[in-house]
């Protein structure tokens, strides 16, 4: 089994501004998100501002990925495919996904955008995936196990009737975009995955954790594009993520 890495103080300066350089390229993505606009637009502006700010895409050419973006819309939970073709309309949940390498480190973070006026019912899906990212994140505490974090994410979104998908996990990150340990988002400790590495969280360690919570059921499938996933009853789904470090001081949201 692989261990986890932990990063020195000079590494997680690399990725404070790996993580700077996302936040503010996704700050620029959630103004540009609006009725009319195709996704293809919004993963050209992402790559563009990626340049300007001396990074790289971190998912353009990952395991043949085509693009700077994973841009996801409404059952589409994520690894959606830019395309030209998908234009954004009123109502619409856009999920934006992006991640950049800056001086050998990974940033990645992720966020659900409402496309305009969205249903109140949509609306409390993105409220709630947002703050079960943050349940998660304020799990992260030196002595606390990987498992405390998807326990927190869980208890919040179930609690609000919504489930949680299993196909995708959060991760370590750093020189590479995909470290350990695996964080599902999900308290596997009583379930068929209770063997999985569930090591202590201490100081060093950097994690993207990101629930995906759907508005129907857990269970998802992987369109003939061999990359986005959708729910498998088509409800809506919301995405979102931060890559956040545990230091001696406490946990440090990087993209935040």
Same mark, same amino acid.
């Given at each position: 089994?692989?261990?986890?890495? &932990?990063?020195?103080?000079?590494?997680?300066?690399?990725?404070?501004?790996?993580?700077?350089?996302?936040?503010?390229?996704?700050?620029?993505?959630?103004k540009?998100?609006?009725?009319?606009?195709?996704?293809?637009?919004?993963?050209?502006?992402?790559?563009?501002l @990626?340049?300007?700010?001396?990074?790289?895409?971190?998912?353009?050419?990952?395991?043949?990925?085509?693009?700077?973006?994973?841009?996801?819309?409404?059952?589409?939970?994520?690894?959606?495919?830019?395309?030209?073709?998908?234009?954004?309309?009123?109502?619409?949940?856009?999920?934006v996904?992006?991640?950049?390498?800056?001086?050998?480190?990974?940033?990645?973070?992720?966020?659900?955008?409402?496309?305009?006026?969205?249903?109140? %019912?949509?609306?409390k899906?993105?409220? @709630? @995936?947002?703050?079960?990212?943050?349940?998660?994140?304020?799990?992260?505490?030196?002595?606390?196990?990987?498992?405390?974090?998807?326990?927190?994410?869980?208890?919040?979104?179930?609690? %609000?009737?919504?489930?949680?998908?299993?196909?995708?996990?959060?991760?370590?990150?750093?020189?590479? &975009?995909?470290?350990?340990?695996?964080?599902?988002?999900?308290?596997?400790?009583?379930?068929?995955?209770?063997?999985?590495h569930?090591?202590?969280?201490?100081?060093?360690?950097?994690?993207?954790?990101?629930?995906?919570?759907?508005?129907?059921?857990?269970?998802?499938?992987?369109?003939?594009?061999?990359?986005? %996933?959708?729910?498998?009853?088509? %409800?809506?789904?919301?995405?979102?993520?931060?890559?956040?470090? &545990?230091?001696?001081?406490?946990?440090?949201?990087?993209?935040?």
């Amino acid at each position: 089994m692989a261990s986890v890495e &932990l990063k020195s103080a000079a590494e997680l300066g690399y990725m404070r501004d790996a993580g700077r350089i996302v936040r503010d390229i996704l700050v620029e993505l959630r103004k540009a998100v609006r009725p009319g606009v195709s996704t293809f637009e919004l993963d050209q502006l992402a790559e563009d501002l @990626t340049y300007k700010n001396g990074a790289k895409p971190a998912f353009k050419g990952y395991r043949g990925f085509p693009c700077a973006l994973c841009a996801s819309v409404n059952d589409e939970v994520v690894h959606g495919i830019p395309s030209k073709k998908r234009v954004l309309k009123e109502g619409d949940l856009m999920k934006v996904d992006f991640g950049v390498i800056y001086r050998g480190y990974y940033g990645d973070s992720a966020v659900t955008v409402p496309v305009g006026k969205v249903s109140l %019912a949509s609306a409390k899906l993105i409220d @709630t @995936t947002r703050e079960a990212l943050e349940a998660g994140i304020a799990a992260v505490k030196d002595g606390n196990r990987v498992s405390d974090i998807g326990a927190a994410v869980q208890k919040h979104a179930e609690a %609000a009737g919504f489930s949680i998908v299993r196909d995708f996990v959060g991760h370590g990150i750093g020189r590479a &975009l995909h470290e350990e340990p695996k964080i599902p988002n999900y308290d596997f400790t009583h379930s068929a995955d209770g063997l999985m590495h569930n090591p202590r969280l201490r100081p060093g360690m950097v994690l993207a954790i990101e629930p995906m919570v759907n508005a129907g059921g857990p269970k998802v499938k992987v369109l003939s594009d061999d990359w986005t %996933a959708v729910t498998v009853d088509h %409800a809506m789904s919301a995405h979102f993520e931060h890559t956040v470090a &545990l230091t001696e001081q406490g946990v440090e949201v990087l993209t935040g």
